[in-house]
């Protein structure tokens, strides 16, 4: 049985830093690829982060330069570093393991960047 469990959101005044976690159990995670998205109340989820089996990253244009996906396949785990943060990156954040044939999801974490 697939398992991913994010980890790691909390409450954080705006110019602060995060580092999210995401744990996958039951697939062989280095041959997925892993995106990190974001939704916040009232809008779409957003991709903010992706990282390719072999290492290639992506980034939205509004988190470039503050966020920084990383993975270390050996723990099964993928980190997202959130530094910088704004009031606008507020929101539920969600671990993505996309697979040639399937897709696994955690239930996400919240992130609230308020003073």
């Known amino acids: 049985q697939v398992q991913v469990v994010e980890s790691g959101g909390d409450l954080v005044q705006p110019g602060g830093s995060l580092r999210l976690s995401c744990a996958a159990s039951?697939?062989?995670?280095?041959?997925?690829?892993i995106n990190w998205l974001r939704q916040a109340p009232g809008e779409q989820r957003e991709l903010v982060a992706s990282?390719?089996?072999?290492?290639?990253?992506k980034y939205a244009d509004s988190v470039k330069g503050r966020f920084t996906i990383s993975r270390v396949n050996a723990e099964n785990t993928v980190y997202l570093q959130m530094n910088s943060l704004k009031p606008e990156d507020t929101g539920k954040y969600y671990c993505?393991?996309?697979?040639?044939?399937?897709?696994?999801w955690g239930q996400g974490t919240q992130v609230t960047v308020s003073s």
């Open positions: 993505n393991l996309e697979g040639r044939f399937r897709a696994y």
């Open positions: 039951g697939i062989i995670f280095s041959l997925y690829t």
């Open positions: 990282m390719s089996s072999g290492g290639s990253t």
